[in-house]
Structure formats: C-alpha cells, structure tokens
C-alpha cells in the first residue's frame, strides 16, 4: 500500500543537539511539506519542496532545516538554534501543489 | 495570512447539524478541509476551486464563496464518528502556492 511514512514516532531532544525526523513517501509524488503542529495553533508550514534538489521555506522556518536529495524523502533537521522544539511534527506529501495532501502519522517531539 | 476558522468548538448531539466557516481577507484560488482525530494525521475531505462550487461527501458538504473569501462546511446528521478537528486550507493566487491551515475547528459529537 502507498503511503507516507515517518520516523520515530516519539523523539526526545537534549540542550544543545541537533535531531532528524524521517519522512519518506511511495506515492510518487513531487512536492512534500513539514508542518509544525502545536495545541490551538493549526498547521504551520515550516519547508516544503515541489520537486527534487529545490525547497521553500514557509512560514516558520527559522531554527529548521530540509534536504530533497530523492523523490522519495524529505528529512527535516530540529537545531539547537530552535529554541521552542517541543511540538508534533507532521509530514504530507501531493501531486503538485494545489492537490489533496497525504499526511503521514506525525512525529512527537519533546526536550529532555 | 492565516484563515479564520469559527466556532473554534462546538458540541453536538448525534443527529444534529452544524455549520463550520473559514474566512480569508485575500483572494483565494482554492480552499481544502481536512479532519483530524486525536492524536491521527488529517484526512482529506474535500476541495473547492473558485467559482462558487459546492461539493458533497456523503452527509458533509461545503460551499465557496469567492467574492467573500468565504467557505463553510456542512455536517448533516452528524454521527460519533465526526468528531475531531476540522481544518480549512486556502490557496491563494494561481495556485501554485502552499495552503495556509486555519487553527481549526474542534467538534464533539455526542450521544
């Protein structure tokens, strides 16, 4: 079955480190997103990318960073310069850009 | 630009309807809605181009407004399983920019 897939499910920062969050996607599909989740907030965008070797960044990216080496994959790095980390992360993936959006099941992410 | 989604809650009793708004000061070119259940991904429900459609999903249905930047989504019937969190996104321009996600819309639906 097509789907999105993101790992961990639950991770857990230290003071000072940098983490990864894995999304990879099977449904051929060009562009990918992060979103940002917190209580109230909505949705907010922190990258996208609507095709391979090229990204955006959205609203909130500051403290964030992308790379879409493949088709498939969209890993997107938490710094230490994001003081705020503690949020669910979620990862969607659409044909171009203006098409229903698939999401993955999210990654929780809190600080130690 | 952020939609404005209202209510930001609403109970319902199973059987009862309800209406959920999201509004935009731009010009949109689209708007989509998703729902969301605790602690799931949203799920697609529907998209509506403008042109002042309107689309249906079974008993939830949904009307765009384009000349006042305005959709809402209709729950009829409602049924437990609509319980969640709505959101709206828009489009704005030709298109070929991200949706920007409302903060949503938390409906509970009850027996």
């Known amino acids: 079955d097509g789907g999105i897939t993101q790992s961990p499910k639950y991770l857990f920062r230290k003071e000072g480190q940098n983490v990864t969050l894995s999304c990879e996607q099977n449904?051929?599909?060009?562009?990918m997103y992060w979103y940002r989740q917190d209580p109230g907030q909505g949705l907010r965008l922190i990258y996208y990318?609507?095709?391979?070797?090229?990204?955006q960044k959205g609203d909130i990216a500051e403290g964030y960073s992308v790379s879409r080496e493949k088709k498939e994959s969209f890993p997107l790095t938490v710094t230490s310069a994001q003081k705020n980390p503690t949020a669910f992360y979620l990862c969607?993936?659409?044909?171009?850009?203006?098409?229903?959006?698939?999401f993955g099941d999210g990654t929780r992410l809190s600080i130690l | 630009q952020q939609p404005v989604q209202s209510p930001q809650a609403v109970i319902l009793r199973e059987g009862e309807d309800a209406v959920i708004n999201c509004s935009s000061s731009?010009?949109?070119?689209?708007v989509h809605w998703y729902r969301q259940k605790h602690g799931e991904a949203p799920v697609f429900l529907m998209i509506?181009?403008?042109?002042?459609e309107q689309k249906g999903h079974d008993k939830i249905s949904a009307s765009f407004n384009e000349k006042k930047q305005q959709s809402s989504l209709y729950l009829t019937a409602s049924q437990l399983s609509y319980s969640g969190t709505y959101f709206c996104?828009?489009?704005?321009?030709?298109?070929?920019?991200?949706?920007?996600f409302g903060k949503g819309t938390r409906l509970s639906v009850i027996a």
């Open positions: 996104g828009t489009v704005r321009n030709s298109g070929n920019t991200p949706l920007v």
């Open positions: 509506l181009l403008k042109g002042g």
């Open positions: 969607a993936s659409s044909i171009p850009t203006n098409q229903p959006q698939h």
């Open positions: 731009k010009a949109l070119y689209s």
């Open positions: 990318s609507q095709i391979v070797n090229d990204f």
């Open positions: 449904l051929n599909h060009d562009a």
